[in-house]
């Protein structure tokens, strides 16, 4: 059974940062992109970040672009989303999400973990 | 990276259909069979129910179906069941090599 957990959310204040991680099992985790998505309170889903299997690329939404670091450690199986120079605006729940391509990225996502809560406040 | 173009709110009767549009650009929803769509009821994560436009993961009931015709995509659902009283999302990959999703879609079953 595939299982993402997500670790790591809390209270920071504006300007700080957090480390979110991602625990996955229940499949070949270095075969596949990974992925985190938000929604903020009262909005809709956001793509944030992805990271190809074996890390060798990134991409980024232009909202956290140079703020934010997707990275990997596929002997751990966990994913990771360093995010420094926070803004109220990323308050939201970060969810890490598994592509559903098992050969090449299909970029659409089967599936996704809880959640963790991140939240800005001063 | 502009938001795909969801309305806000559709409602139904059980037994009825219910079409949910998701309009984007040449650059994304116009330009790849990459489309895809997510039910999220409250407090839970999404669920992935369609991909590449029309096709449905294990599991999905076949009252779930896709299509796309230009820049806009849809997700329509034929006998409305209370239980699909949720959130729904597209979303597509785009040239930028991203993804986007649209801005959800409440669905209330009257």
């Known amino acids: 059974e595939v299982q993402l957990v997500e670790s790591g959310g809390g209270l920071v204040q504006p300007g700080g940062s957090l480390r979110l991680s991602c625990s996955a099992s229940g499949f070949t985790f270095a075969n596949y992109v990974m992925y985190w998505v938000r929604r903020a309170p009262g909005k809709g889903l956001q793509y944030v970040s992805a990271?190809?299997?074996?890390?060798?690329?990134?991409y980024y939404a232009d909202s956290v672009e140079g703020r934010f670091t997707i990275s990997r450690d596929n002997s751990k199986n966990t994913l990771y989303l360093q995010m420094s120079s926070l803004r109220a605006e990323d308050t939201a729940v970060y969810y890490c999400v598994k592509d559903r391509g098992a050969v090449a990225p299909s970029f659409d996502f089967d599936y996704w973990g809880q959640g963790t809560l991140v939240t800005l406040s001063s | 990276q502009s938001a795909l173009t969801q309305p806000p709110s559709v409602s139904g009767s059980p037994g009825q259909s219910v079409t949910i549009s998701c309009t984007g650009t040449?650059?994304?929803?116009?330009?790849?069979?990459?489309v895809s769509w997510y039910q999220q009821p409250p407090g839970t994560a999404p669920k992935l129910i369609i991909y590449e436009v029309s096709n449905r993961p294990s599991g999905v009931p076949d009252r779930f179906s896709g299509s796309k015709s230009g820049n806009t995509a849809s997700l329509t659902i034929s006998g409305l069941q209370a239980e699909d009283e949720a959130d729904y999302y597209c979303?597509?990959?785009?040239?930028?090599?991203?993804?986007?999703f649209g801005g959800g879609t409440k669905l209330t079953v009257l």
């Open positions: 979303s597509s990959y785009t040239s930028s090599s991203t993804v986007v």
């Open positions: 990271l190809t299997g074996y890390g060798g690329t990134a």
């Open positions: 040449s650059s994304d929803v116009g330009r790849y069979n990459r």
